[in-house]
């Protein structure tokens, strides 16, 4: 399960991709399929999270590793790279690195 804590000070990744709708399930099974077989399987995976829009245009996956170095290990994986392909193939994708700052809980009524 994905864990957001600042002091972790693991790599977050949020990709978004662009999808027509129609294709949308399919980038959905696309990216399961990766992530089940390939790239939970690599040195420094700490979790992912898959989301897809409600008006079916976007796919987004919140991904954590332990270092930026092994998330590059991974791209670098013969394993997980025919995956991204295909995606690119049905999708734009725009990716970017982040570093958790601070996270919120709700304040409990007294």
Request: hydrophobic letters at 40%; a neutral charge; charged letters at 25%.
């Amino acid at each position: 399960m994905t864990k957001i804590n600042k002091h972790d000070n693991f790599l977050t990744l949020i990709n978004v991709f662009t999808v027509d709708p129609v294709n949308q399930q399919k980038l959905v099974d696309l990216l399961t399929l990766a992530t089940e077989s390939s790239v939970r399987k690599i040195k420094g995976f700490v979790s992912s999270s898959l989301h897809r829009s409600i008006d079916g245009t976007k796919v987004t996956m919140y991904a954590q590793w332990k270092s930026i170095e092994d998330y590059q290990n991974m791209r670098k994986n013969s394993s997980a790279s025919p995956f991204l392909e295909q995606a690119l193939e049905i999708a734009k994708f725009e990716m970017g690195m982040y570093e958790v700052v601070d996270t919120f809980l709700p304040i409990e009524a007294s």
